[in-house]
């Protein structure tokens, strides 16, 4: 099922702002024990920037974000 709403997560994806149209993605954050969910920083980095602080893999990351998207959960 595509979502026309959805736009495509990138690298570029500011973490902040994912997170505050998407809340089904904070989900995945905690699941991948990164701590950007109320971090003052998170409106600044984008995906890569965090992916690379935490050490998580940028591309199954944005798998995981994916998925969590396209089940609809938490789209506002």
Known sequence: MVR?????????TIVGELMATHSATIAVFL????????CPVARLHDLEEACRE???ALPRFIEDLNLAMARGEGAL
């Open 54 to 56: 935490h050490g998580v």
């Open 31 to 38: 699941s991948h024990r990164m701590m950007c969910v109320g």
């Open 4 to 12: 026309k709403n959805l736009l495509p997560i990138g690298a570029e």
